[in-house]
């Protein structure tokens, strides 16, 4: 089906064996890529370089389109909600207690890597300093991240959080991040979509390199273990580790303060 549209490019940013195979069944007479692809297919596509070890992925992305000609510096990350969908998230997060114009914080507590999760225990201490300062935090992710939360409610009480895990799709899941003051997360795809919108991110970073993969822009801020190995890019710690318990949940705190009293900061 793909071969019958004759394509003349095709960008494959993903880089993924997938995405390859997705992108040689186009038939395009060019395929590009960035130079940070290795997945033993790359050599049917033509690399663009970028300095990929000191610049973040959105800018090796950025790269490969420069390469055609773009020189432009403004990034639109391309959301654009409908009145429908804006009202049907403003009714749903009514449901769940909040009214529009509240000010609420975001947590992704889940990740697709073990080692990028950050320890559920100190979410909660999280969570409980948050609740005794009235402040409300919403909890987000798919259906997966439900074991966390079962994971949480045997520490804390359901009645100190709302939780919206499973309960979106994709993009109701980007509009309640738009509402929010602020969002607290691993390196997930939350946490991604929050810079996107101009949310201000913590970022709680272990075996990733937040120089590559860490938020966008510079008006975020980045806590990051201070292990040697830290930037691994291993999904299982060799020395069974926990990655991210010694980040301590009072860094954390004392960085939502700051927001908090700044009344929350636009990227």
């Given at each position: ?17 997938e995405s390859s195979v997705i992108s ?142 499973g309960l979106t799709d994709l993009r ?96």
């Amino acid at each position: 089906m793909l071969r019958g549209y004759r394509f003349d490019l095709v960008l494959d940013l993903q880089g993924s064996i997938e995405s390859s195979v997705i992108s040689m069944m186009c038939n395009a007479k060019y395929r590009l890529i960035p130079s940070f692809i290795n997945n033993g297919v790359e050599r049917f596509s033509t690399k663009i370089n970028t300095d990929f070890i000191s610049k973040q992925r959105v800018e090796s992305y950025l790269d490969v389109v420069r390469f055609l000609g773009y020189s432009g510096n403004k990034i639109n990350f391309g959301w654009n909600f409908s009145d429908e969908e804006l009202m049907y998230v403003d009714e749903f997060l009514k449901e769940h207690g909040i009214i529009k114009g509240d000010r609420y914080i975001v947590m992704a507590i889940g990740t697709t890597w073990d080692t990028k999760n950050y320890p559920v225990v100190h979410w909660a201490k999280i969570v409980n300093y948050l609740y005794e300062k009235d402040i409300c935090v919403v909890i987000i992710g798919g259906m997966n991240e439900n074991k966390y939360i079962e994971e949480l409610d045997k520490i804390i009480s359901k009645d100190r959080y709302v939780n919206l895990v499973g309960l979106t799709d994709l993009r109701q899941m980007a509009i309640v991040i738009s509402r929010s003051t602020v969002v607290v997360s691993g390196d997930s795809g939350p946490m991604h979509m929050a810079y996107s919108l101009g949310r201000f991110v913590i970022a709680l970073m272990g075996p990733t390199d937040p120089v590559q993969f860490g938020p966008y822009g510079n008006k975020n801020k980045i806590i990051r273990v201070n292990h040697e190995c830290r930037g691994c890019q291993l999904t299982v710690c060799p020395f069974g580790r926990d990655c991210l318990f010694d980040i301590n949940p009072c860094d954390v705190i004392k960085e939502l303060q700051i927001i908090l009293e700044s009344g929350g900061i636009r990227v």
